[in-house]
């Protein structure tokens, strides 16, 4: 086995090393991001289920409803733009030790023409 053989079997091991980090602390993110809005999502039922309980009437029920559907919406645009940003940040830090590893791959961040 030569020493270029080795340095190469060195660096591509580094590689998968370093994307399986970067694949675990996405799903670590994911995680937290989930059981925070479960959380949210709870918190949010009991207080809407308590107004409901506690209104006065037929009236007060819809526009209950109403805002609640509005804060849902914003809540899960909020929710997909965190899981965008996980997605992204992961990619970018999945495309830095592939070039260290094997080089530069022409039409790829950090790579030649």
Not at 51 to 72: D, F, G, K, P
Not at 77 to 89: D, G, N
Request: aromatic content about 6%; charged content about 20%.
């Amino acid at each position: 086995m030569s020493l270029d053989t080795i340095h190469e079997s060195d660096s591509a091991t580094g590689a998968a090393f370093a994307c399986a980090v970067e694949l675990i602390a996405a799903f670590e993110k994911t995680t937290a991001l989930n059981l925070q809005a479960l959380a949210a999502w709870l918190r949010g039922q009991h207080t809407v289920m308590d107004a409901m309980l506690s209104a006065s009437s037929l009236a007060e029920v819809i526009e209950l409803e109403s805002l609640h559907r509005q804060a849902t919406t914003r809540k899960v645009y909020a929710y997909w733009r965190r899981v965008e940003e996980i997605a992204v940040e992961t990619c970018i830090g999945l495309l830095v030790p592939i070039p260290e590893a094997f080089g530069t791959i022409p039409g790829i961040v950090g790579g030649g023409d």
